[in-house]
């Protein structure tokens, strides 16, 4: 059985993840309370007449007991022999405080926090810091819509219990703001940008004659290979670790030209040597 255990910040995007789970064949279920996981599992997997092959479950700071009731789960489901999955939604404050006030919904934390959205958010932060360390996989929705989560899905959990890490490339553009999921970011504004080029402001990185214009300068060559020696380099180091997914991000100014070539030059590049490799060009749409 695929366990996929979903967590994180109210208003991060739990409801969407299902969503887009349950349209890839999962059984999801909401709000589960934390300390009834490894029951529910096991209940799962026993129940071999309801094929219950991928199941996903959503469990967060709406069950009071949270904070314990999640760190003694995951110790039993591992006691068990259960495996899992977590996954992670964060986003940044502001842009959270602002899905609250655009929906009006009421922060689970809110009657602690003397109506405080802001302290709400915060104090929420510092329960749910175990959950967000234990994550296998992490996904900052702050600047994408409910469409590109759905593509990052079905890129993670698709083939979530292959064997071998995830690598994630990310191109975005600084002016959006950063990769905070990144565990590497590289700042690509270094080198000339396609923008000012008549014939290739409007077009993409995914273009080759953008990509040959971002690649044209010696040093734009010697700052790949650098990042490329680096990577080769770390990715045995994190594999030793049991590191399950690892996203590398690349930043230039609007994300759509310099960044997108060296996500997908990398990706390409890397998926050629076989590993497993995604890639998402977070900004490549924006105006």
């Avoid at 890839?24 to 071999?48: H, T």
């Avoid at 991928?54 to 591992?78: M, P, Y």
């Avoid at 010696?218 to 290979?225: G, P, S, T």
């Amino acid at each position: 059985m695929e366990l996929i255990i979903i967590t994180g910040l109210s208003g991060a995007g739990k409801s969407g993840t299902i969503n887009a789970l349950e349209d890839m064949g999962f059984y999801c279920v909401d709000n589960i309370p934390a300390s009834l996981i490894p029951v529910f599992a096991e209940l799962c997997a026993q129940a071999s007449e309801l094929n219950l092959s991928r199941v996903a479950i959503v469990t967060d700071i709406r069950g009071r007991e949270f904070s314990k009731g999640f760190f003694n789960s995951l110790k039993e489901l591992e006691t068990k022999g259960l495996a899992y999955q977590l996954l992670f939604l964060d986003a940044g404050d502001a842009e959270l405080e602002r899905r609250y006030k655009e929906t009006r919904r009421k922060h689970p934390l809110i009657n602690e926090t003397n109506g405080s959205v802001e302290q709400a958010i915060k104090k929420e932060r510092e329960l749910l810091g175990y959950a967000r360390r234990s994550a296998d996989y992490i996904i900052d929705t702050t600047h994408i819509t409910v469409g590109q989560l759905k593509e990052r899905m079905g890129k993670i959990f698709r083939g979530s219990f292959e064997t071998g890490m995830l690598i994630t490339c990310v191109s975005f553009g600084f002016k959006y703001g950063s990769c905070s999921e990144a565990d590497l970011v590289f700042d690509v504004r270094c080198l000339p940008n396609p923008f000012y080029k008549q014939d290739l402001k409007n077009k993409t990185g995914l273009d080759k004659d953008v990509a040959d214009f971002v690649f044209a300068p010696a040093r734009a060559v010697e700052l790949y290979k650098k990042i490329t020696d680096l990577i080769d380099f770390l990715i045995p180091q994190y594999l030793d670790e049991g590191k399950s997914q690892l996203t590398i991000g690349f930043g230039c100014t609007g994300g759509k030209h310099r960044s997108v070539v060296f996500a997908q030059t990398l990706c390409d590049r890397l998926s050629s040597s076989g590993n497993r490799v995604t890639v998402n060009h977070r900004d490549i749409n924006k105006r």
